[in-house]
């Protein structure tokens, strides 16, 4: 069982729809968690940073996560095709003193004007 | 806003030369990071750096990788002897105390 699990995509939406990306994981001492975008051969850009069970919102996009389910999801409300680029999740386990991320395969969205 | 940066944006080389390639952190940082992603693959760790040391390194940080922190701005990744596989993106990442990690813009090795 892969330690990170995303689904690849595509995921195709009409924009100003409310788009749901999601990552489980397996190692329970994932305490840390993150949700990076990603545009086409560029750096991952850091988009939220949650540590705790439960919801955290910026802006449109929203960071939910269930540790009890081994599930977290990035919710973008009012979608724009700007928005359109791979949306990676990233975890960290609290012990790990490196603070190495491990990250999922990433889900390509494409959001149609 | 203060970002990572990275030079080269894309490397070419030849088989069993050496590459070194550069990134500056973002200046208050503590933490540096070199990760890479193979074309269609996931990001992948290979190293983390903290007080002049590494402080992980990962399967795919073998003898042939190095990393150094030079002076008080630059860090470093050098691959020794490239091999046709280490073909990727490679980027640097800097945070300050681990919880958010910022990434530069990338270089592409392209192993010939």
């Known amino acids: 069982?892969?330690?990170?699990?995303?689904?690849?995509g595509p995921l195709?939406?009409?924009?100003?729809?409310?788009?749901?990306?999601?990552?489980?994981y397996s190692n329970s001492a994932f305490q840390y968690f993150m949700w990076y975008r990603q545009y086409s051969r560029k750096g991952p850009e850091l988009l939220m940073y949650t540590y705790s069970s439960g919801n955290k919102e910026d802006g449109r996009f929203t960071a939910?996560?269930?540790?009890?389910?081994?599930?977290?999801?990035?919710?973008?409300?009012?979608?724009?095709?700007?928005?359109?680029?791979?949306?990676?999740?990233?975890?960290?386990?609290?012990?790990?003193s490196s603070y190495k991320l491990i990250f999922g395969s990433g889900t390509r969205l494409l959001v149609r004007p | 806003e203060p970002e990572v940066t990275q030079t080269p944006s894309h490397q070419?080389?030849?088989?069993?030369?050496?590459?070194?390639?550069?990134?500056?952190?973002?200046?208050n940082h503590l933490y540096f990071y070199w990760y890479r992603q193979i074309l269609g693959q996931k990001v992948e760790f290979l190293v983390s750096f903290y007080n002049n040391e590494i402080s992980e390194k990962s399967e795919i940080f073998d003898d042939q990788f190095s990393v150094e922190r030079p002076d008080g701005s630059n860090f470093?990744?050098?691959?020794?002897s490239t091999k046709l596989e280490d073909s990727?993106?490679?980027?640097c990442a800097s945070?300050?105390?681990?919880?958010?990690?910022y990434f530069g813009p990338g270089t592409r090795l392209t192993v010939l």
Not at chain 1, 1 to 8: F, G, I, L, T
């Open chain 2, 95 to 101: 945070s300050d105390w681990g919880d958010t990690q």
């Open chain 2, 88 to 91: 990727a993106m490679y980027f």
């Open chain 1, 64 to 96: 939910q996560v269930d540790k009890s389910s081994k599930y977290i999801s990035l919710f973008i409300r009012d979608s724009q095709p700007s928005d359109s680029a791979t949306y990676l999740c990233a975890m960290r386990t609290r012990m790990d």
């Open chain 2, 12 to 27: 070419v080389t030849q088989m069993g030369q050496e590459v070194i390639l550069r990134c500056v952190p973002i200046s």
């Open chain 2, 76 to 80: 470093t990744l050098k691959i020794r």
């Open chain 1, 1 to 8: 069982q892969k330690e990170v699990e995303q689904d690849p």
């Open chain 1, 12 to 24: 195709s939406v009409p924009e100003g729809a409310i788009v749901s990306l999601n990552c489980t």
